[in-house]
């Protein structure tokens, strides 16, 4: 299989849930849109039953995951304490991705932009993942830093993508019990 599709795969790919914590939330742009977009995703990850990680940076001080985002991940779903900014710097996260051999689609949504969702995404390009950064469903406190980590990500060669696009590449085709199931998300 070519893990190198244009086209999310649902059988190639996993989703990474960056920093998404309570205490940071506040300070955060435009942000029930980013956790509203997020959800979406993460509602079609559980529906294909792709693996969810989720990672918190030092959640001693920057609390724990919201918890709705929590909930909507699946309680089963492995919780990663970081200090390192790029999930791939931290031993336990990147083996435990690794660990998925063939979904060498790394599907991210969290926060900050510029910083922790940045940071992992040129990592996992360069460790030879094909990462799609879901562009909707990212932020961080200014809005100009968004758009700096976006256009830094895409000359890296990472994919962005919105959370549309991921719904529906995830999706594949209309009219499928999976297509019922999820619909009504888009309302």
Partial sequence: MDHHSLLL??????LL???I????????????????RARLVIAA???FE???????????????????????????TPVFAKTAFSCLRDEAIAEHLAAHQHRKHL??????????????????????????????AISSRSASDVEAAKRRMEKAGVTVISAE????ELI????????????????
């Fill in 107 to 136: 599907l991210i949504v969290g926060m900050e932009a510029h910083v922790c969702v940045l940071q992992t995404a040129l990592d996992a390009v360069a460790e030879g993942y094909s990462v799609f950064v879901v562009g909707d």
């Fill in 17 to 19: 849930v960056v920093d």
């Fill in 50 to 76: 792709l693996p969810i990680t989720i990672s918190e940076q030092y959640p001693k001080g920057l609390g724990s995951t919201d918890a709705k985002l929590r909930e909507a991940c699946g309680h089963v």
């Fill in 172 to 187: 594949e085709r209309a009219g499928t019990p999976d297509f019922k199931a999820l619909a009504p998300l888009l309302r």
């Fill in 9 to 14: 795969r649902r059988d190639q790919s996993q």
């Fill in 165 to 168: 696009m991921a719904f529906f």
């Fill in 21 to 36: 914590q309570d205490k940071l939330i506040n300070t955060i742009h435009n942000v029930e849109a980013m956790i509203d």
């Fill in 45 to 47: 990850a559980r529906q």
